[in-house]
């Protein structure tokens, strides 16, 4: 396997003060940004100096064969849960051999983005044996939607899942093939946290802001589907229920900040423009209005404009992307200059990013 490379950064978490800026420049990636002109809209939001740790480290292979796999768990034996975007979920022993395909999954829409991703066990899996994963979920006339299914996993030489629900469709489906989201954080009250996407297309970009649909936007469901009486939108005429917070573009890391229980995320950008955000209850994180980058194919976005009244900045942005994978919290205690650094997967930077954090109150 390849050495990653650990960039790390410090990232200032909370301040506010909107100070006269320098132009982006500096920080661990020498390539230029996207979007030259834009300025960050507070101090430390972007191109983080160098944190050098000096920590050695070894970068080692557990399990090998797998065909892009996407999502992980750990079970409480110590074997994990992997998903592979085809379709297949194998269950890997400690010593890497892998498992035939978990049976019992409903189909995938495997084009492109779509598959099967995610997969995470229940807080009660030692009582109950339910894992949850998402997916595409194929539907008639080539559409497509984020969906979530939940089953009672039975291991041996044949592992499979019984009595298996699909317990949240996105809504509405559409003609895509890209950007489902699909991270699965359960919340410390049980709650579960579903990540999505806009799906790229124009016709669901514009439907990131409209609480009507679901697209844009992560929900936030119970555990069996059903909708929490506490979610911000509930009541709301014309509103669906289970939206926690709009404005997305493509979340595809998510994570529960160990220290304060909230929903960390990183979300696709388009030609810079990643971005880190608390995804906080009723926020609207601005997708399309805001953005930092630029188009794919190089125009402003939207009016190009990166701050809006009532949307909320991204905590950090790259611009250029690193394009997140996964997200996780280092909380463990083999590297202890390490503890409490936030690890992101950089899949076009192809390495893993470490930033730390420095808590400021908020003024
Ligand atoms: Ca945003």
Redesign the pocket.
Known sequence: MKIAATLAATLLVGATQLNAQQPPAGGVDPRPPNAPTQQPAVAGQTRAPESKKNVAFEVVSVAEGLENPWGMTFLPDGKMLVTEKPGRLRVVSKDGQLSPAVAGLPPVDARRQGGLLDVTLHPRFAQNQLIYWSYAEPKDGGVNNTAVARGKFVDGAEPRVENVEVIYHQRPTLASNLHFGSRLVWARDGKLFVTQGDRSVTPGRMQAQNLDSGIGKIVRINDDGTIPKDNPFVGKDGALPEIWSI???NVQAATLNPATGDLWEV?HGTRGGD?I?IARKGKD???PT??YGIEYQGAPITGGITAKEG??Q?LYYWDPVIAPSGMVFYTGNLFPAWKGSLFIGGMVSTNLVRLELKLVPRK
Do not use: K, L, Q, V
Request: net charge negative; proline share 7%.
């Open positions: 404005g997305h573009r979300e971005e955000n994180y601005g997708w805001i953005a949307m909320e991204p």
